[in-house]
Structure formats: C-alpha cells, structure tokens
C-alpha cells in the first residue's frame, strides 16, 4: 500500500513538474524581445520621414531670408542722391553780347558736381536776382516750365541751363539805354528742395560782372549735361 501511494506522489509531481515548465516556456515566448533590426530600419524610416517633413520648410525659409537680402540690396545700389549744395558748385555766367528787339540775352546757370559720387537734379530749380541798392523788388523765376526732367550728374560733371532775358531798355535814351531796373552782382541759386545760395555773377572769361536786367521778363531754361 504505501509503495502504490509513493507511486502516485511521484506522479502527481512529475505532471506539476511538467506543467510548469509548459508555462515558462509560454511565459519567455509571449515576452520575446524585438528584432533589434526591425527596431532600426523602424527608427530609420521615421527619422527620414521627419527630415522630409522639415526640409521644405527650412528651405522656404533660407529662400525667402536670401530673396529679401537681394532686394534690400538691389534696392540700395540703385539709389542716386540728389545734388546739393553740399555737394555741388554754382557758377552764373552773364550773357556776353546784349538783347536785341527781337533776341533776347542770355546767360547761364552751371551746376558742378564736386562730390566723389553721382548725384542727380530733377525738380525745379529757383533763381533770384536782386537790385544791388534796392532800386526795385526782387526778380524771381524758376524752370518748371522749361522740363524737370532728372539730370544725374558723375563726380566732376557740370549741368548747364539757360537764362533768357533784356539787358537793354529800348524805350529810353542812348545813354541810358543800360539802365535797369535790376543790376544785381550775384544772385540766389536754390536747387530743388534745396538751400538757395548766393552765387556772383562773372563775365565768360571769369571776371566779376553785373546782371543787368531791364523789365521783368526771365526765363530759366532746362539743365542738361
């Protein structure tokens, strides 16, 4: 009797036995761990995805960042200041022979540039003569009418503009036939929106002369280089 209940002990522990291992075995493969290579081909196709996703975006951005630059750039090379008087010299050059009845005088108006770079006149541009004792008002004219059409003018250039206008008073005597109301020996230059200046009035060879005026007719032409 106690040989069969050994017997039957060892058995019911051989299936518990049995039974066990069964279960780990099941256990491990339910808890297999990952192919490592999957993992990374995984990772890969993720990262690459990523990347894709935020490369246009970058370059959209590098794009736009360069497109500005080379606007802002352009945009200041371009650019020509205008002249000054700063940047320019004045000179007004009174007419060499007298007005006739049917031709008038005619003087001229110099613009230099004498700054190291370009600078441009576009605008009217003002001039004003007046009596050295006062004799009569001021006598102003400017070129609108003539064309304000920019003029650029490089380092050392020199734009020249026409003055028309009577020198002689045809209505009175030989002798006093200079007599003008306006005799004036220098005269206010103002560029457009600019500064006037006083300029003197020379004679072709560069001496001083006077702006003899007679009435009030002055026509101040367009600049050209």
Wanted: with cysteine; aromatic share 2%.
């Amino acid at each position: 009797m106690r040989v069969r209940t050994a017997i039957a002990a060892a058995a019911v522990l051989a299936a518990g036995l049995t039974l066990t291992a069964c279960q780990g075995d099941d256990t491990a493969s339910d808890s297999k761990p990952t192919d490592p290579t999957a993992s990374a081909s995984a990772s890969a196709k993720g990262g690459t995805a990523g990347s894709a996703t935020e490369s246009p975006g970058s370059d959209a951005g590098k794009s736009s960042a360069s497109a500005s630059a080379s606007a802002g750039s352009g945009g200041g090379d371009g650019a020509v200041a205008a002249c000054t008087s700063r940047t320019t010299k004045a000179a007004f050059v009174a007419a060499a022979t007298h007005a006739t009845r049917t031709r008038p005088a005619t003087a001229t108006v110099k613009i230099t540039n004498i700054s190291g770079k370009a600078c441009t006149i576009v605008g009217a541009t003002t001039l004003v003569a007046k009596d050295d004792q006062g004799k009569s008002g001021p006598l102003d004219a400017d070129n609108s009418a003539a064309g304000t059409d920019a003029v650029d003018l490089a380092p050392g250039a020199t734009a020249t503009a026409s003055v028309l206008y009577t020198d002689l008073n045809f209505e009175g005597t030989e002798s006093a036939r200079e007599t003008c109301g306006i005799q004036a020996s220098s005269v206010e230059i103002a560029l457009p929106k600019d500064v006037g200046r006083a300029v003197k009035v020379t004679s072709g060879t560069g001496s001083a002369a006077v702006f003899n005026v007679c009435g009030r007719d002055l026509k101040f032409g367009a600049f050209h280089v």
